[in-house]
T-cell receptor
């Protein structure tokens, strides 16, 4: 089945210790997104790629970086996690750009910062 | 600013009907999504409305009134598995997706 796969599902790290979350897709979608979602809050878009074009949201902290080495894979790097970065990180894809496209989400990576 | 309002939490009884409302104030409008999100899981697509009116899809229906900046999600014949958060999201004039914080629906036997 075509899908979006995130690894790891659960990540525990120490304050300041770098973390990398991965996302892969078999849908052959052009656009990949990274969202941060805290408990009972709306998902917050961090950045997205339209193919290889990187788009950073204005309020995404510099502590967050992303890489998309090919169509299928996308990575989220958190260089120095703080306690406030504990959240669910959701990867999503869509066939085309623009908000009026259905998003297919991965199962998420839950980050705990000690 | 852009704003999406949904009730924080609702409770309903198994077998009943529940209506979850969403009101929005955004810079332009290019459609409205409803997503379902079970606790600890990813959101999954339920519906997309861009024209006024009611769209029915099995037990779930979604309604839109663009002039009122209002939508609702109607769930019929509630089942325990419908316990989840329901997220309303609006596509603005720049085709950016603006998310609500979601409505947590609790189903009781």
């Amino acid at each position: 089945d075509a899908m979006v796969i995130q690894n790891p599902r659960y990540q525990v790290t120490q304050f300041g210790k770098p973390v990398t979350l991965s996302c892969s897709q078999t849908l052959n979608h052009n656009v990949m997104y990274w969202y941060q979602q805290k408990s009972s809050q709306a998902p917050k878009l961090l950045f997205h790629y339209y193919d290889k074009d990187f788009n950073n949201e204005a309020d995404t902290p510099d502590n967050f970086q992303s890489r998309r080495p090919n169509t299928s894979f996308c990575f989220l790097d958190i260089r120095s996690p703080g306690l406030g970065d504990a959240a669910m990180y959701l990867c999503a894809t869509s066939r085309d750009g623009g908000g009026a496209n259905v998003l297919t989400f991965g199962a998420g990576s839950r980050l705990t910062v000690l | 600013g852009q704003n999406i309002d949904q009730p924080t939490e609702m409770t309903a009884t198994e077998g009943a009907i529940v209506q979850i409302n969403c009101t929005y104030q955004t810079s332009g409008f290019n459609g409205l999504f409803w997503y379902q999100q079970h606790a600890g899981e990813a959101p999954t697509f339920l519906s997309y409305n861009v024209l006024d009116g009611l769209e029915e899809k099995g037990r779930f229906s979604s309604f839109l009134s663009r002039s009122k900046g209002y939508s609702y999600l109607l769930l019929k014949e509630l089942q325990m598995k419908d316990s989840a958060s329901y997220l309303c999201a609006v596509v603005d004039s720049n085709y950016q997706l603006i998310w609500g914080a979601g409505t947590k629906l609790i189903i009781k036997p």
